[in-house]
């Protein structure tokens, strides 16, 4: 049996922050609720990560989403200049 190329399995695309926010929100809230690794994921954490300087989240960030399921987000990376 041939497993399909991940580009048919996953979506991997830049990060919206007007589209993705609730998104990413339920993503990083989901995975809090399994590790209680203490990060503090709420819209106001998201959205004050948008006015870092020299952080452009629509360059410095990718999600991907569950292949068919729009905005299903299984996976979220970032890269900050410092």
Not at 1 to 9: A, S
Not at 46 to 51: F, M
Request: with cysteine; proline share 4%.
């Amino acid at each position: 049996m041939q497993e399909e190329p991940l580009e048919q399995q996953y979506v991997f695309r830049r990060y919206m922050p007007v589209e993705d926010m609730f998104h990413l929100l339920t993503l990083l809230t989901s995975i809090e609720f399994y590790d209680h690794d203490g990060d503090n994921a709420s819209e106001a954490t998201l959205s004050e990560q948008l006015t870092w300087p020299n952080h452009h989240s629509e360059q410095d960030c990718w999600v991907i989403e569950a292949s068919g399921f729009s905005h299903t987000l299984i996976g979220y990376c970032s890269v900050f200049a410092l």
